[in-house]
DNA sequence: TAGCAGGAAAATC
DNA sequence: GATTTTCCTGCT
């Protein structure tokens, strides 16, 4: 089916695309090829205008709209954030990106799997278990994989997904398909709660109880981030903290020049001291430019 | 809380 | 080729 989307805001498809956010979209020429949902589709920008073709009815201009979050005012937010030179020069530079709104799911297994791990080999992770564990479909002859339920991941068994180059991994992904699978985690209730409520539900499975392994505070804010309408969380990576150490030292405090010498290890204290240090200089939109920044510290490590 | 292991691919030397 | 690094978390 082919459709259009007329842009009524700065978008930059591009940007988006390779902000590190998604996985599952690859550029062939002047078109991008994903899938999202049970669709696949084929995407271009034309100036103001997405030229779209998708799969199935499922996907069409209210979906793409719903998932790159278009009718969000991103004026406004780059406005709000943009509270100094560093941030500023990032958002020019990168104008247009948009944080998408993935499916909970599937956003929470992708980052899970992406602990230690460089994009590339985390795009060759997911592929192989959607190619090994998702319902194939057909779009232009060619075929197309669904992200794997977690009912279906948590089924398969650890040596299985092993075989998928996931490494240690493996044990850690079927957990979390796992708990679920069983409906422990309740995300419609995370998108429903604040920040802060949102984070305790999420990363306890029952409140206040067991853990949910293999998901910590920096998995946990990229859940809430990229699929939960948590626009106020702020996820520390190793980019992040770089240019943090770099651009921010007072927000890291006493701890920067352990960072800048590239020996990170925050504890969960000084994980949220910094994550809320940032929030509190940020705004209400600190996820936008904590996402603009990390765009720009990989830029600048690549020249 | 500090230290370490974890597995494999990519980047770098 | 060997070594280092990699969008981190769990265990001791």
Redesign the pocket.
């Known amino acids: 089916m082919e459709f259009t989307v007329a842009l009524d805001g700065p978008f930059s498809l591009e940007h988006t695309l390779e902000?590190?956010?998604?996985?599952r979209w690859e550029r062939r020429g002047e078109w991008w090829y994903g899938v999202a949902g049970s669709s696949a589709l084929k995407v271009r920008q034309e100036g103001d205008v997405l030229r779209c073709w998708s799969s199935s009815d499922m996907a069409g201009s209210n979906f793409l709209t719903r998932y790159f979050r278009l009718d969000e005012d991103l004026n406004h937010v780059l406005a709000a954030i943009s509270k100094d030179r560093v941030i500023t020069s990032a958002v020019q530079r990168f104008y247009g990106m948009r944080l998408a709104r993935q499916d909970p799911w599937e956003c929470l297994a992708s980052?899970?799997l992406?602990?230690?791990?460089?994009?590339?080999?985390?795009?060759?992770?997911i592929a192989t278990i959607c190619e090994r564990y998702g319902g194939p479909f057909e779009f232009e002859g060619e075929p197309f994989h669904g992200f794997p339920s977690a009912g279906t991941l948590a089924a398969a068994s650890v040596v299985d997904l092993?075989r998928c180059?996931?490494?240690?991994?493996?044990?850690?992904l079927k957990r979390v398909a796992t708990s679920v699978a069983g409906g422990r985690v309740d995300f419609a209730k995370v998108q429903s709660l604040g920040y802060e409520g949102a984070r305790k539900e999420l990363l306890s499975e029952l409140f206040g109880e067991k853990?949910?392994?293999?998901?910590?505070?920096?998995?946990?804010?990229?859940v809430l981030l990229f699929s939960c309408d948590k626009d106020e969380a702020f996820?520390i990576?190793?980019?992040?903290?770089?240019a943090l150490a770099k651009s921010y030292p007072k927000m890291l405090g006493p701890k920067s020049r352990l960072i800048g010498d590239?020996k990170?290890?925050?504890?969960?204290?000084?994980?949220d001291r910094i994550s809320g240090a940032a929030r509190r200089h940020f705004g209400k939109y600190a996820g936008y430019a904590q996402?603009y920044l990390?765009m720009a510290a990989?830029e600048q490590?690549?020249s």
Not at 114 to 125: S, V, Y
Not at 165 to 172: C, Q, S, T
């Open positions: 902000s590190g956010q998604l996985f980052f899970v992406a602990t230690n791990a460089n994009i590339p080999r985390i795009r060759t992770m092993r180059g996931l490494g240690y991994r493996a044990p850690f853990l949910l392994l293999g998901v910590g505070p920096k998995v946990a804010d990229c996820p990576d190793v980019w992040i903290a770089r590239g990170l290890r925050l504890s969960l204290r000084d994980y996402q990390y990989r490590e690549l």
